[in-house]
């Protein structure tokens, strides 16, 4: 088993710019999301001309067309200096979305679920949706008027009313809180259920833990939790699960 705690090399989030940027620019973007990543997840940015202009949808079908997972990831223009904020970038629009007018339809193009989020606000939005805490589609209620959410319609940015520009100290977390470990637990270490142990919008058909005894013997509770096949940090490797467990 593997697994990231806090002594663990954080994951990477993507991103890549759609213009041109001075380094002095994106050392501050750089900045501003390490202010509140508090190590849990790191940036990396792509600075690839032929990205320059392109659309989200473009992008996500360019990077698709060379791995065979892509995660979540950010698209940062020319206005990040002066807005402090980036699009985050996720999955494809499903035609039940389309269908049930949650997502209002202007061609028959694809259209991937986008939202303007303060850098600053990125990484706990990036953490949220990794452990399905909540959805991009919850957030983005938050930045505009009314549904169905229209994606050439302008957008506030998620928190930009809750953040400030300029770096404030953090608060302490509660005296023993620990952050989850991200696990990658092998076929024999963990072990299903239905979706109905786990309370979650929306609901899951399975939930996953370790089995008691490997999770103590890493200092782990094996609660419950939602889990995914590939991501971040491993491969799909047959058999292997992702999930989150917290410590003892």
Not at 93 to 98: W, Y
Not at 144 to 156: E, G, L, Q
Request: glycine share 6%; proline share 8%; aromatic share 10%.
């Amino acid at each position: 088993m593997r697994f990231s705690g806090p002594d663990s090399p954080a994951p990477i989030l993507h991103a890549y710019l759609t213009s041109p940027l001075l380094a002095e620019t994106i050392e501050k973007v750089h900045s501003d999301f390490a202010s509140t990543a508090d190590n849990q997840v790191r940036l990396a940015v792509h600075d690839n001309p032929e990205f320059y202009g392109k659309a989200a949808e473009e992008i996500r079908k360019d990077l698709e067309a060379r791995n065979s997972v892509v995660d979540d990831f950010l698209l940062i223009g020319d206005d990040v200096l002066e807005t402090g904020a980036a699009w985050y970038v996720g999955e494809w629009v499903t035609d039940e979305e389309f269908e049930t007018g949650t997502v209002r339809r202007s061609s028959d193009q694809p259209v991937v679920w986008r939202m303007r989020v303060m850098i600053k606000a990125v990484p706990a939005r990036w953490i949220d949706y990794s452990i399905a805490n909540s959805f991009i589609q919850e957030d983005i209620d938050s930045t505009i008027d009314a549904w169905p959410w229209d994606p050439n319609a302008p957008m506030r940015a998620y928190g930009e009313n809750e953040l400030p520009r300029e770096p404030q100290d953090t608060q302490p977390q509660p005296l023993g809180w620990r952050l989850p470990a991200y696990v990658i637990a092998e076929a024999g270490e963990w072990e299903d259920g239905p979706g109905n142990l786990m309370n979650v919008d929306p609901p899951r058909e399975r939930v996953y833990r370790l089995k008691k005894e490997i999770a103590e013997q890493h200092g782990l509770r094996n609660d419950w939790a939602i889990g995914w096949r590939s991501g971040v940090w491993t491969d799909g490797t047959e058999g292997e699960m992702m999930f989150t467990q917290p410590y003892l």
